[in-house]
């Protein structure tokens, strides 16, 4: 689980990098439970989510700045 702390210290192509990594990853979880029906391990989806949420909140509040 990523920090908002140590989200605000990274660069914002960093951050954009990162958004990008969660979003292939998400991406890969929910078409793995569309298949299986099932997930391995459910609790990373809703995990990655929250990441991503956070990665969008600190971006904005870069550009706002």
């Known amino acids: 689980m990523l920090k908002a702390k140590e989200?605000?210290?990274q660069?914002?192509?960093e951050l954009k990098l990162a958004y990008r990594d969660l979003s292939k990853e998400i991406?890969?979880?929910t078409n793995e439970l569309?298949?299986?029906?099932k997930l391995e391990k459910p609790h990373l989806l809703r995990e990655?989510?929250?990441d991503r949420a956070r990665?969008?909140?600190v971006l904005r509040q870069k550009e706002q700045k």
């Open 27 to 29: 991406f890969n979880l």
């Open 34 to 37: 569309r298949l299986a029906r």
């Open 7 to 9: 989200l605000k210290d």
């Open 48 to 50: 990655k989510k929250k």
């Open 11 to 13: 660069t914002e192509s």
């Open 55 to 57: 990665i969008l909140t």
